[in-house]
T-cell receptor, first 114, second 114 residues
Framework: DAGVIQSPRHEVTEMGQEVTLRCKPI?????LFWYRQTMMRGLELLIY????????DSGMPEDRFSAKMPNASFSTLKIQPSEPRDSAVYFC????????????FGPGTRLTVL | AQTVTQSQPEMSVQEAETVTLSCTYD???????LFWYKQPPSRQMILVIR??????QNATENRFSVNFQKAAKSFSLKISDSQLGDAAMYFC???????????FGEGTQLTVNP
């Protein structure tokens, strides 16, 4: 079975540009999570979807960040405009059904904003 | 808010020896889950082991086992017969009753010496 798929794996962009990160959850999973990993803040949840509906977006840093899940097999995290402090590794994770299941992580996208 | 603390930024162990990684957490909830994730240089987050708070028996997965002390809010990971492939960053994580997010510790970098 394919795991969580993220693209691109690496992204280098210039400040002010729009960045779109993509995630395909494991088939059959109905919860999807976006996390960010930085040296300063560690791993932190940005937003959480359940059945394609955003449930908790309290971790989204500011209005420059937006996330969508148009269907059960695809989600995007967009940063517009990007800033150097957005440089981080962004992980997508998914799981099936309720909280009793484990979150499975994708390989991450390393974003560098120059 | 829940917090997770890993007091050992770095640990080292000789190949074939045993090592224990420490984790403490703070919560007012009685029902929750605890996890250890491994992050090798590839940066993929890999689930090592999970523990349900309502279970008194400590979880075990092959060479990996935990010592879960609910009253002390302690959740340590023991790796037996350490292998070179165990070298990685290890994260302790908490998921509470809401089931919406993992709260991670700062991580412990494990080095395995041949």
């Amino acid at each position: 079975d394919a795991g969580v798929i993220q693209s691109p794996r690496h992204e280098v962009t210039e400040m002010g540009q729009e960045v779109t990160l993509r995630c395909k959850p494991i088939s059959g999973h109905n919860s999807l999570f976006w996390y960010r990993q930085t040296m300063m803040r560690g791993l932190e949840l940005l937003i959480y979807f359940n059945n394609n509906v955003p449930i908790d977006d309290s971790g989204m840093p500011e209005d420059r960040f937006s996330a969508k899940m148009p269907n059960a097999s695809f989600s995007t995290l967009k940063i517009q405009p990007s800033e150097p402090r957005d440089s981080a590794v962004y992980f997508c994770a998914s799981r099936y059904s309720g909280r009793t299941d484990t979150q499975y992580f994708g390989p991450g996208t390393r974003l560098t904003v120059l | 808010a829940q917090t997770v603390t890993q007091s050992q930024p770095e640990m080292s162990v000789q190949e074939a020896e045993t090592v224990t990684l420490s984790c403490t957490y703070d919560t007012s909830e009685s029902d929750y889950y605890l996890f250890w994730y491994k992050q090798p240089p590839s940066r993929q987050m890999i689930l090592v082991i999970r523990q349900e708070a309502y279970k008194q028996q400590n979880a075990t997965e092959n060479r990996f086992s935990v010592n879960f002390q609910k009253a002390a809010k302690s959740f340590s990971l023991k790796i037996s017969d350490s292998q070179l492939g165990d070298a990685a960053m290890y994260f302790c994580a908490y998921e509470g009753a809401s089931g919406s997010r993992l709260t991670f510790g700062e991580g412990t970098q494990l080095t395995v010496n041949p």
